[in-house]
């Protein structure tokens, strides 16, 4: 960690000055506290107020917006509330986590709006992680912000990229961005290639990659999903290395990755199966699943079992080699987060968050009752 030097007030005038370490893990105007501080960030559909339930306490607190919520998203640290056109808020939920592989620092501070953007074109993906937040947008072109801007309170515009292609991707990872790119405006883009914030290519990255739509970060390494494939691209030393992990069932869901935070599998479905992808090993496996509609699916990343959520509300833990039923529960709801002891759904009707003990047969552990009805759920901190 970095060295602050401080002068003593302290002493004769002519004693030398005194070199005092920042204390490691120190982030100024916040608290580090023993334990994450997880929350649901959630909103109801069309809302205008970001509810911030407190995991730990129960407590609950709001932050105004200055939109409509229609769709929302998180990076662990921030929410990014979006209208379901143009316009995006980002919000520090004021809780988070830092990884450093061996250890972890957990954090707290107050939370607040940073601002809210609008753009040329609607909104089709937002990435944040480390050092950079990207925004795609439906015209192809894709914003880089600072974030670490963010942290501070302040939006900053780094970049605006074309991607020459009708995707807008990028996902941030290794201090680089991941921008699907092509060389026809009117089609997805047909490879992944390794940028720096300003929008230029590194040289260190270029694969193939049929139209790409999911991501996830993982301690392994970066996972995006192609149309017929996963690629895994993995920062060893300094060098960026790519790997293609051909998938067994085609096209590929453009469904969100669900995993729990510092790990290294992730999942998702469609309607009749579950892909679950290990980052540390490259390695990629299809479950099929018959009887069921799936809408969600999530990694323990305990390297044996995985989570899905169905249409009509059940959730279903699987064995990954054989597909059978290890447990299930009733949950009246539409997703699905896990972190590292606990799964969450929301059930918007009953103004309930479900936390349910995904190592324990899905064992409901409490029902938390909320303010307002949560549409849309999220949780920060983890």
Same mark, same amino acid.
């Given at each position: 960690m970095?060295?602050a030097l401080i002068?003593?007030a302290?002493? $004769?005038?002519?004693?030398p000055?005194?070199?005092?370490?920042?204390p490691h893990?120190y982030v100024a105007?916040?608290e580090?506290l023993?334990?994450?501080?997880?929350?649901?960030?959630y909103?109801?559909?069309?809302?205008?107020?970001?509810?911030?339930?407190?995991l730990?306490?129960?407590?609950e607190?709001?932050?105004?917006?200055?939109?409509?919520a229609?769709r929302?998203?998180?990076?662990g640290r921030f929410v990014y509330v979006?209208d379901g056109d143009r316009a995006?808020?980002?919000?520090d939920?004021g809780?988070?986590t830092?990884?450093?592989?061996?250890h972890?620092h957990y954090?707290?501070a107050?939370a607040?709006?940073?601002?809210?953007?609008t753009?040329?074109?609607?909104?089709?993906a937002?990435?944040g992680?480390e050092?950079h937040?990207?925004?795609g947008?439906?015209?192809?072109?894709i914003?880089v912000?600072d974030r670490r801007d963010?942290e501070?309170?302040?939006?900053?515009?780094?970049?605006a990229?074309?991607s020459?292609s009708?995707?807008a991707l990028?996902?941030?990872y290794?201090e680089r961005?991941?921008?699907?790119v092509g060389?026809d405006?009117?089609r997805?883009?047909?490879r992944?290639?390794?940028?720096?914030?300003r929008g230029?290519p590194?040289?260190?990255?270029?694969?193939?990659?049929a139209?790409p739509?999911?991501w996830a970060?993982?301690r392994?390494?970066a996972?995006?999903t192609?149309e017929?494939?996963?690629?895994?691209?993995?920062l060893?030393?300094?060098?960026?290395?790519?790997?293609?992990?051909?998938?067994?069932r085609?096209p590929?869901?453009?469904?969100p990755f669900g995993y729990?935070?510092? $790990?290294n599998?992730?999942a998702?479905a469609?309607?009749?199966?579950?892909?679950s992808?290990?980052?540390?090993?490259?390695t990629?496996?299809?479950?099929?699943?018959?009887g069921?509609?799936?809408?969600?699916?999530a990694?323990?990343a305990d390297?044996s079992?995985?989570?899905?959520?169905?249409s009509?509300?059940?959730?279903?833990?699987?064995?990954l080699?054989?597909?059978?039923?290890l447990?299930?529960t $009733?949950?009246?709801?539409a997703?699905?987060?896990?972190?590292i002891?606990?799964?969450y759904?929301?059930?918007?009707a009953a103004r309930?968050?479900?936390?349910?003990?995904?190592?324990?047969?899905?064992r409901?552990?409490?029902k938390?009752r909320v303010?307002?009805?949560?549409?849309l759920?999220?949780e920060?901190?983890?």
């Open positions: 970095g060295v002068l003593s302290c002493g $004769s005038s002519g004693d000055p005194v070199a005092e370490e920042t893990g105007g916040a580090e023993p334990e994450a501080q997880s929350a649901i960030a909103v109801t559909r069309g809302g205008e107020r970001l509810h911030l339930l407190d730990i306490s129960g407590s607190g709001e932050i105004g917006l200055s939109l409509g229609e929302i998203s998180e990076d979006g995006l808020e980002v919000v939920a809780v988070w830092v990884d450093h592989t061996d972890v954090y707290r107050p607040r709006s940073v601002g809210a953007l753009f040329d074109a609607p909104i089709t937002v990435a992680f050092a937040t990207t925004i947008t439906a015209d192809g072109k914003t912000l963010l501070a309170g302040k939006v900053t515009r780094l970049a990229i074309d020459g009708s995707t990028a996902v941030p290794a961005l991941l921008v699907a060389d405006p009117g997805p883009a047909d992944i290639v390794a940028m720096d914030e230029e590194t040289g260190d990255l270029e694969v193939p990659c139209a739509r999911g970060v993982l392994g390494g996972v995006i192609c017929n494939s996963l690629v895994r691209v993995k060893e030393g300094e060098k960026l290395n790519a790997k293609a992990l051909p998938s067994p085609t590929v869901s453009a469904d729990r935070p510092r $790990s599998e992730a998702v469609d309607r009749a199966g579950i892909w992808v290990n980052a540390a090993q490259a990629l496996r299809y479950l099929p699943v018959t069921r509609q799936l809408v969600a699916a990694s323990p390297g079992t995985v989570l899905a959520l169905d009509t509300g059940t959730l279903v833990s699987y064995d080699e054989t597909g059978k039923v447990a299930q $009733s949950v009246p709801a997703n699905l987060t896990l972190d002891d606990r799964a759904l929301a059930e918007p309930i968050i479900h936390e349910i003990d995904y190592r324990d047969g899905l409901t552990a409490r938390l303010a307002e009805q949560p549409d759920a999220v920060v901190g983890r």
